[in-house]
């Protein structure tokens, strides 16, 4: 197993969900973990979770969805620590809404929280890898296309352009070092809901080690 100690991992939407999970198992295997949440007491609970087991995570409140606070974040743990060597993008708002009923600020806020967030994300977090010589990218999105999901149009079509924009950044970003990579959550009952957030945890893992430092551009089903 890599040694993950000396690495910096910036996970947004790490207050809940698969997100949790996710900054949680790198806290577990030694890593040092910027967790973003636009709620600080969803971070609190983060924060306690990585006390107890001996992991090393640092909260940042944010709106991913804002580029200053964007451009904020990023300031924030690269004065903090130095440098971001991996960030995973898992910021999601989903409404619960047919299309013909949909409000037209829920469909913007959608866009902005999913895709344009992760966006500003990636660009900004893929600038400070590309002058540190690489680091690695992970989106999270819902089965990478397979399914459509009910009363959930916005939310199905700003993961699916995420899709899109990972297959994009890892064809650009690969230049300089970046490999960009998508994991698909999946839908599942909320019985089944903690497994698949630990399988998603693991593969999100897998592709930061070194056993995968050859891969870009993966698009990976959790099903």
């Not at 967790?35 to 971070?43: E, Q, R, T, V």
């Not at 089965?143 to 699916?160: F, I, Q, T, V």
């Not at 089944?192 to 945890?201: G, I, L």
Request: hydrophobic share 50%; with cysteine.
């Amino acid at each position: 197993m890599d040694d993950l100690s000396q690495k910096i991992v910036l996970v947004t939407g790490a207050g809940r969900g698969a997100g949790r999970a996710v900054a949680e198992a790198f806290a577990a295997r030694g890593a040092t973990v910027a967790a973003n949440d636009i709620s600080p007491i969803n971070l609190d609970v983060v924060a306690e979770n990585a006390a107890t087991s001996g992991g090393r995570i640092k909260t940042y409140v944010g709106d991913v969805a804002k580029k200053v606070a964007v451009q904020s974040l990023i300031n924030q743990v690269t004065d903090d620590w130095g440098r971001i060597d991996a960030l995973v993008n898992s910021a999601a708002v989903e409404p619960a809404s047919p299309l013909l009923d949909m409000d037209e600020w829920d469909w913007h806020r959608v866009l902005d929280v999913n895709l344009t967030g992760a966006f500003l994300m990636l660009q900004s977090a893929g600038r400070v890898m590309r002058q540190q010589g690489g680091g690695i990218i992970v989106n999270l999105v819902p089965l990478a296309g397979r399914e459509s999901l009910p009363d959930r149009g916005a939310y199905l079509a700003s993961k699916m352009g995420l899709v899109a924009l990972t297959r994009q950044a890892a064809l650009e970003l690969g230049a300089f070092g970046i490999r960009v990579h998508a994991v698909g959550t999946g839908l599942e009952s909320v019985a089944t809901v903690p497994a698949v957030e630990m399988d998603v945890a693991a593969a999100v893992l897998s592709l930061c080690c070194g056993d995968s430092a050859h891969l870009n551009g993966q698009i990976i089903n959790i099903a």
